[in-house]
Each structure stands twice: as structure tokens, then as C-alpha cells.
């Protein structure tokens, strides 16, 4: 199979002709439809996982067609379209009987803790557990944007802030994390701030259901701004980047009982941010974290995609080759482009 490899971390990953895959007892092989390309992918070839073995295959946002099972799949089928949550559980262990698989303690990763989908296959283990049958009205590309950013933002704000309708909740960064929470807090009737320093992106947050954005770059105090606009703070914030700044403005912008949620990965030298302690005491305030979601949500997400309450395909901003993909992935931390890039040619 034709599929890119690094063989050390920030290196220039190659593209080469790799062996096919095979499937496990448990699991399957999935020929790639679509991969999406996401921050990260970047912090995994930047050596910020300490998950990853060399040489490594990233690609975690995938959809595609089963083409291998193992004996002990029950569930799939060769020729079912399927997709898969990034973080997929065991099926076995107490985080998985409980239903939170996105904790497991044994998880696996495709891109991460095994070889992903930045290939024309990928084999996917634990599949009865992990993988999600695909209707025919999504396609492949659209799919895969929903394996890591949108639906960690969708249980990021409909299950883990417990959004409402009429509530105000602030999305800090508006790439592909944001612009999703977006979307989905908007089909959930609540009210969006989009804050980013691209008045491009901000433009298309809007497009996506914002009621107002905030340019951080223009304004003396991105908090203050939210503050200003939702009379006394928001009831929900998120932070969707994953930087120090962004983490502690996220916080500092919540009203009084306020909920924040950290989707943006803090990896490296921002995995210890800052954060305003006295305020989450003083104020009691809940943060949470949010880290993919489980295959037996993908129903609720899939089920207002289908009725028209959300559309992530309008998030696919660029549809690239697999060549491509290498200087794109290297250059992710200076992306300034918006919306979602998409794998589709191999």
C-alpha cells in the first residue's frame, strides 16, 4: 500500500510503498475513503505523544470500506462503510462496561498508539467495540472530518458543559475544533462567540452560527470583550487551540458557575498553562476535559446531521492528495488557512 512514514520526529515524512495491513481476531482493515489532517498529527510527528513508535503512519480522522475481518468480528462485514472515534476502546475494561471508551485504559489510537490512516489501508482493532456503520447520505470526506474534531467537540459541548439553549458560550480558536463547537452549540440553541486573531476565520464562524466574534488581536481584553457581550461572562467557554493564552482566557471569561471545557490539546511546553484559581474557587467553576467521544454517541450527532441541524461538510475548506499532505502537515502550527483539510486522493 502507498502510505506516508516518518521514520524520526520533524523529520519530512516520506511517501512510500508500505505492506498491506491484516486484520487481528478482533478487528479489521479499512480501505481509506478520506483521512482528515489535524493539529494532531502535527503534535504526534513533532514528538509530543509519548505514544507513538518509530517509524510511525499518523492519520487518525478516517472513513472507508471494510475489506478484511477477523475471525471474531460479529458486527461488520467486507463491503460496510464505516467510520471510527480516534480514541477507541477495549470493549473489556471498567471504563468501557461504563460506556466512557473514550477513557479506556487500553485504548487504541490509529495514528497514535498504531499505525493510521494516512495510507490507502489501515487495520482498526477492537471493531464490534469501536467502528460506526455509515449512512449513504454522508459520504467518505465528510465522515472523516467527524472522527476527531467534531465529535470531540460535539461531546465537548452537548455532554461535558451540558450546553443549553439561550446559554452564551465563547469558542476560543476558530479552526476546525472551533468552528465545529460552533455549529453545534448553534443547532443546540445556544448563543456562539467565536474569538480568534483571523478575521477570515471569524468571518466563517459566523457562517457556521456565531452571533458575534471577537478579533483578539483588536481588542485591549479578549475576556472583558465576552464579558461585554454576554452581560457578565459566558456560561460556557471553550478552548479550542490548546495554548496557554487561550486556556486562561477561556477560564477567565466565565461567568459565576460558569462551565469550561479544554478540547485544544496542551502538549509539550504548554502542558502546564496558567490558569486563575482563585476565580474557579471564588466562582465555582467546573472545568472538564474533552478527549474524542464514544461510538454509541455517534447516533445523536449523526441523527441532526441527518435532519439538517448541522452540516459539517461546510467545515472542508480543501480536499488534498496524499502528497500534498506532507508539507501540510509539517507546516500546521503556521496554518492560517480556514476550515478542515481532507485526504481523499492516494
Known amino acids: 500500500m502507498k502510505a506516508m512514514l516518518y521514520d ?18 478482533d478487528g479489521v482493515v479499512i480501505k481509506v475513503g478520506a483521512t482528515g489532517l489535524c493539529r494532531s498529527d502535527w503534535h504526534g510527528w513533532m514528538g509530543h505523544d509519548p505514544d507513538i513508535r518509530l517509524p510511525h503512519v ?15 468480528v460479529m458486527r461488520f462485514k467486507v463491503g460496510d462503510r464505516v467510520t471510527v472515534p480516534f480514541v477507541s476502546g477495549c470493549g473489556h475494561c471498567s471504563e468501557c462496561h461504563s460506556g466512557n471508551q473514550q477513557v479506556c485504559s487500553n485504548q487504541f489510537q490509529p495514528g497514535f498508539t498504531h499505525w493510521g490512516s494516512f495510507a490507502e489501508y489501515v487495520a482498526i482493532g477492537y471493531a464490534d467495540t469501536n467502528l460506526v456503520h455509515l449512512p449513504e447520505t454522508i459520504d467518505d470526506a465528510t465522515a472523516a472530518s467527524l472522527g476527531c474534531r467534531f465529535a470531540t467537540s460535539f461531546r465537548a459541548v452537548a455532554d ?19 468552528l465545529s463547537a460552533i455549529m453545534i452549540a448553534t443547532a443546540l440553541g445556544a448563543n456562539a462567540i467565536g474569538i480568534d486573531l483571523s478575521d477570515e476565520k471569524l468571518n466563517l464562524a459566523r457562517a457556521c452560527g456565531a452571533v458575534a466574534t471577537i478579533n483578539a488581536s483588536s481588542v485591549a481584553d479578549p475576556v472583558e470583550a465576552v464579558r461585554e457581550i454576554t452581560g457578565g461572562g459566558a456560561h460556557v467557554s471553550i478552548d479550542a487551540l490548546g495554548h496557554p493564552v487561550t486556556c486562561f482566557n477561556s477560564i477567565k471569561n ?10 485544544g490539546l496542551m502538549l509539550g511546553q504548554h502542558s502546564t498553562p496558567q490558569i486563575p484559581m482563585a476565580q474557579v474557587i471564588g466562582h465555582e467553576l467546573e472545568i472538564y476535559g474533552s478527549h474524542g467521544m464514544q461510538a454509541w454517541r455517534y447516533d445523536a450527532m449523526m441523527s441532526m446531521i441527518a435532519v439538517g441541524r448541522m452540516a459539517p461538510s461546510k467545515l472542508i475548506s480543501s480536499r488534498i492528495s496524499l502528497e500534498e499532505a506532507v508539507p501540510a502537515l509539517m507546516a500546521m502550527d503556521r496554518a492560517t488557512a480556514p476550515g478542515i483539510s481532507v485526504i481523499t486522493g492516494f
Do not use: M, S, Y
Open 8 to 25: 524520526a520526529f520533524e523529520k519530512a515524512p516520506e511517501i512510500l510503498n508500505l505492506p498491506d495491513p491484516t486484520p487481528t481476531d
Open 58 to 72: 499518523p492519520g487518525h480522522e478516517l472513513a472507508g470500506e471494510v475489506v478484511a475481518t477477523g475471525r471474531g
Open 160 to 178: 461535558q458543559a451540558r450546553t443549553a439553549p439561550g446559554e452564551w458560550i465563547a469558542v476560543h480558536g476558530c479552526g476546525g475544533v472551533g
Open 254 to 263: 466565565l461567568r459565576r458557575r460558569g462551565r469550561h471545557v479544554q478540547v
